[in-house]
């Protein structure tokens, strides 16, 4: 099944003085279940296109389907709840709140919904399991080291149990060791089903990926999928 279709996408951004492609009529499909690694040198559309996939960011023209739905036209309000039913996030920089605990910052991303506490308890529960983070359910971010704060990020990005997680460079604050362990996470998550798309500048970690697609200057230059 078909989870993702974009054609001839494009996004512009423009200044008073300049104007910049950061993608030209780009054309892509992606299944439910996949695991793509997005690569590329530094500008080349990477971000910007996980913005648009991720409905932060408009596309200037083309057209994004998502499980048979057209995006591009929709109202804002219509795009944040469809960003809230069906996508999780996962940042370079881990985004946590220092003044809440491990267990209320994976519980915040419960909070858009209407899930009763007592259910939001036991999915956090489950999710702690999950990232193996339990035993510090009730430690503040900062008293964490930089692998463990990831997990945490990741926990928060599958505790609404997303059909899609949209990781931006997840390993770049990492060391190699707690990168390794994420990649192990990321592709966990996709052997249960979720769909993964990566942007990554590591070759080693796109090897976790199913797929691996190249941008150059906004545009798609290969989409492969290696032998495991």
């Not at 690569?39 to 996980?50: A, V």
């Not at 591009?72 to 944040?80: C, G, W």
């Not at 942007?199 to 796109?206: E, F, L, N, R, Y």
Request: charged share 25%; with cysteine.
């Amino acid at each position: 099944m078909t989870m993702i279709r974009i054609r001839q996408l494009s996004k512009i951004y423009r200044t008073d003085t300049v104007q910049t492609a950061a993608l030209r009529q780009v054309n892509l499909d992606i299944e439910a279940g996949d695991f793509v690694a997005v690569m590329g040198p530094s500008g080349c559309g990477k971000s910007s296109l996980l913005n648009v996939l991720g409905m932060l960011d408009r596309p200037t023209a083309g057209e994004y389907w998502l499980n048979d739905r057209e995006l591009s036209k929709l109202r804002e309000a219509d795009l944040a709840a469809l960003r809230k039913q069906h996508v999780g996030f996962i940042f370079q920089s881990f985004n946590l709140i220092d003044e809440l605990t491990v267990a209320e910052n994976i519980e915040l991303a419960l909070l858009y919904h209407d899930i009763p506490a007592a259910i939001r308890r036991e999915r956090v529960a489950q999710t702690l399991d999950k990232v193996g983070i339990a035993h510090r359910a009730q430690h503040r971010p900062s008293q964490l080291s930089g692998g463990q704060q990831q997990r945490v990020a990741v926990g928060r990005a599958v505790v609404a149990r997303p059909s899609l997680i949209l990781a931006d460079e997840p390993t770049g604050n990492l060391d190699s060791a707690h990168g390794l362990e994420v990649m192990r996470m990321l592709r966990s998550l996709n052997d249960e089903g979720t769909t993964v798309i990566m942007v990554t500048h590591t070759p080693s970690h796109a090897d976790f990926a199913r797929r691996k697609v190249q941008l150059m200057d906004g545009e798609v230059v290969s989409d492969i999928r290696p032998v495991h």
